[in-house]
Nanobody, 124 residues
Framework: DVQLQAWGGLVQTGGSRRLACAAS????????IGWFRQAPEKEREAVAV????????LYADSVKGRFTISSDSATNTVYLQMDNMKPEDTAIYYC??????????????????WGQGTQVTVSS
């Protein structure tokens, strides 16, 4: 199972926010875990994913240099640090996971597990 513990909410343009995804039900150290988001009237898109064993990551071009994904095997948690946020980052953010370290598989939205999502709103 994927349990999402997230601290979304309202952020000002240029501000920061950190999302956390606590995972259980599979071996954390050999998984792929990441974040998608869906803005109003737009399709869900991949934001950032990480293979917990290798630390390899993928980022959407729109967040490169601003967002950082990391994993903590001591707490089985994946974090998404979002800095220099923009109004276009406003969306519902979803944590997703795959029990195998298949990064591209997860990036394509084929994760086996999905969290319920948390709203992040960036005010202009």
């Amino acid at each position: 199972d994927v349990q999402l513990q997230a601290w979304g909410g309202l952020v000002q343009t240029g501000g920061s926010r950190r999302l956390a995804c606590a995972a259980s039900g599979f071996t954390f150290d050999s998984a792929a875990i990441g974040w998608f988001r869906q803005a109003p009237e737009k399709e869900r898109e991949a934001v950032a994913v990480i293979a917990t064993s290798s630390g390899n990551t993928l980022y959407a071009d729109s967040v490169k240099g601003r967002f950082t994904i990391s994993s903590d095997s001591a707490t089985n948690t994946v974090y998404l640090q979002m800095d220099n946020m923009k109004p276009e980052d406003t969306a519902i953010y979803y944590c997703t996971a795959h029990s195998r370290p298949w990064l591209l598989h997860l990036w394509q939205g084929r994760g086996a597990y999905w969290g319920q999502g948390t709203q992040v709103t960036v005010s202009s």
